[in-house]
């Protein structure tokens, strides 16, 4: 059964009149904790007899967050498109002779979808430092200016291991998207806002994009290689979407010229009731420690890490895998572009129903992975003479996507202490990471073209997601209903510090 403070919270944050005040921010200043709380807060209580007690409308509130979606959405949607572009586009040069022209044995293959992991695992943690030490928009956009030179220079690559440190490099250039992603949403939205959100940019439209990209290179007759072409179109792509970041992406609410003093002060008004915070320039260790010793950390690591073993075998093998059911190169392309569909439709379709609620999560979460782990047991058990069957079960394999992005949304929604997010949102991409290097390696060069370990992976991972998923609900209902007394009293004070969600007793865990 939810406790009280959970039956209470769908109310809270769908409140449709805000009323906001400065009143706790200005205690938190007079109590002498001004080091310890949100860069918002400060500029509330610094401001706080000329900004005043005005309330807004449900509508005026509707409108405000229209025109953010209008103005964060599409560049970060495009840019994680990217992202998954770049990454992604070894499947479709697979088809065009990447793998003849630079020689590629054995194991090799999939170790090239494995690089760009390392690199992501190598940079995480100087990106991560750096992007609280830099403006987070110049740094970001400097590093997609950076991987889109990356995917241009592979395709001046001869041998294995040329390509092999452009994508090295071109995941430790991308390694920073997810983190920033992540920490951009959550300084904007509440948490029941979210997931939307998340599944629109998250998306996983890259195989559609793939598969059309794939398509008209199959029409490309010169002597040029039509793999070169697929890696300098998306490299030149990329380096011009940078600068789109650069100019159109604000820091933060309060560094945003598009919005008047009283839409930023709607902004920082509407985060105060999830105690999750915008920002704080001090960096506090005691909050990674605590992140470090919380058994939820570990959860969540294993849960994505599970989730991402069969991304990272589908993403460099499912051209492979159509085509080694007797399709040409042509047909292939065509027949990959169904999956990206597949996991963008079931991804947002999932992140809708969850925003509804904040109370179950993660049991709709853990049902949601029955649809992957059915398509990977129809793989493994159909034969391959089934080409109708496989297809089948290759693409609900594809709705793999709709339970990461909601989970996203979970831990995003229960974390909190800038610090802490900084560091868990780092933190977990090297969970995304691990699952991307081992999922290629579970696919075989000598089991080729039914890549059985792969598909016997994929359903592991799937058991030991759903079982790391509902214990972290589980974990976070109880500890909600030993905290009923502090949830009681949702304002004050400490809303406007920069606690971490263990500190302050009156936060409430999304389940």
Same mark, same amino acid.
């Given at each position: ?320 895998? @159509? ?113 991307? @290097? ?74």
């Amino acid at each position: 059964m939810p406790s009280s403070g959970e039956k209470n919270l769908d109310r809270i944050v769908e409140a449709p009149v805000m009323k906001p005040t400065a009143e706790q921010a200005v205690l938190a200043i007079k109590a002498g904790r001004a080091k310890d709380i949100d860069i918002a807060a400060q500029i509330i209580a610094e401001n706080a007899d000329s900004m005043g007690d005005q309330p807004w409308t449900a509508e005026e509130d509707k409108k405000l967050m229209r025109k953010v979606d209008w103005r964060l959405v599409p560049i970060l949607f495009v840019c994680a498109a990217l992202s998954g572009l770049d990454k992604t586009a070894i499947s479709s040069a697979a088809l065009y002779g990447l793998r003849e022209d630079l020689g590629l044995t054995g194991q090799q293959y999939s170790w090239l979808g494995s690089a760009p992991f390392f690199g992501g695992l190598a940079f995480m943690g100087p990106s991560a430092y750096c992007l609280q030490r830099f403006p987070a928009i110049a740094y970001f956009s400097f590093n997609i200016l950076m991987w889109g030179v990356t995917a241009c220079a592979m395709a001046g690559c001869k041998s294995f291991g040329g390509f092999f440190a452009c994508r090295f490099l071109l995941g430790g250039f991308e390694a920073l998207l997810i983190p920033a992603v992540t920490l951009i949403i959550s300084q904007w939205y509440k948490p029941n806002e979210q997931p939307k959100r998340m599944a629109i940019i998250l998306n996983v439209i890259a195989p559609i994009l793939n598969g059309f990209i794939a398509w008209l290179v199959s029409y490309h007759k010169g002597s040029f290689a039509g793999w070169k072409i697929i890696f300098l179109s998306l490299g030149v792509f990329t380096m011009l979407w940078s600068g789109v970041t650069f100019w159109f992406l604000p820091n933060n609410p309060l560094d945003t010229p598009w919005l008047s003093s009283r839409q930023k002060f709607m902004i920082i008004q509407r985060k105060a009731g999830d105690n999750t915070g915008v920002e704080s320039n001090t960096f506090k260790w005691e909050q990674v420690i605590e992140a470090l010793l919380d058994v939820k950390t570990w959860l969540i690591w294993f849960a994505i890490m599970a989730l991402q073993v069969p991304n990272g075998g589908l993403t460099t093998f499912n051209t492979l895998i @159509i085509k080694g059911l007797g399709f040409s190169s042509l047909q292939t392309s065509l027949l990959a572009m169904p999956p990206g569909a597949m996991s963008t439709l079931s991804g947002i379709a999932l992140s809708y129903l969850a925003a509804t609620t904040r109370r179950y999560r993660t049991p709709m979460i853990a049902v949601s992975i029955l649809l992957p782990l059915l398509g990977a047991i129809l793989c493994y058990s159909l034969p391959r003479t089934n080409l109708a069957g496989q297809l089948i079960g290759l693409y609900i394999l594809y709705t793999y996507w709709a339970p990461y992005v909601t989970l996203v949304s979970v831990y995003q929604a229960n974390i909190a202490g800038h610090s802490k997010k900084l560091f868990l949102y780092a933190w977990f991409f090297v969970a995304w990471a691990t699952g991307n @290097i081992i999922g290629p390696q579970t696919f075989r060069a000598d089991q080729a073209p039914a890549y059985t370990g792969g598909t016997v992976a994929m359903i592991v991972c799937y058991a030991v997601a759903i079982v790391c998923i509902l214990t972290y609900g589980a974990i976070c209902h109880f500890s909600n209903q030993r905290r009923q007394p502090e949830i009681r009293g949702l304002s004050g004070e400490d809303d406007w510090l920069d606690l971490t969600d263990k500190e302050n007793r009156a936060f409430v865990y999304t389940t």
